[in-house]
């Protein structure tokens, strides 16, 4: 009786810390940076940023994480690291991303396609309305939870 009560005590503890998932509003998965800053970049360096892209290439780094080349509009572009497996998108997709900008140290680039690029994006989530997939690096639950909120996630 009393291992069923410890048992009953501790599924319902879980499930009150992991249930408190806010719900997806139309406020949801708001964006901060557009190709229209892009030149105002500078501004957005180590800070969370959010924004729409279309797929134009993958690649694997040499520690087999994917790296994602985004299009903001023509010409404008940020190669972007997933932190999380996403078997789902593929080139040509349209999906939204939120990570953090930061400047690449370009002599220390382990990556050819990164050689020469300014910046790229180390994703803590992703979002494809047109396929319902949304992934989130599974260290990341409050930025999660702001994003689901309508917020642009905090560091």
Do not use: C, H
Request: no cysteine.
């Amino acid at each position: 009786m009393k291992n069923n009560l410890i048992l009953l005590f501790l599924t319902f503890t879980i499930g009150l810390s992991f249930g408190q998932t806010n719900k997806v509003t139309e406020k949801s998965f708001p964006t901060n940076f557009d190709q229209t800053k892009f030149n105002k970049i500078k501004k957005f360096t180590n800070k969370m940023i959010a924004y729409d892209a279309n797929i134009l290439e993958i690649k694997n780094s040499r520690n087999n994480t994917p790296f994602y080349k985004l299009e903001l509009g023509e010409g404008n572009y940020l190669w972007t690291v997933l932190m999380f497996k996403n078997e789902e998108n593929v080139i040509g997709d349209k999906i939204r991303v939120v990570g953090y900008l930061n400047k690449i140290d370009s002599k220390n680039t382990d990556e050819e396609y990164l050689e020469g690029e300014k910046y790229m994006v180390i994703a803590l989530g992703l979002v494809d309305f047109e396929k319902e997939n949304f992934l989130f690096v599974s260290s990341g639950y409050k930025q999660k939870e702001q994003w689901i909120k309508g917020e642009i996630p905090s560091q």
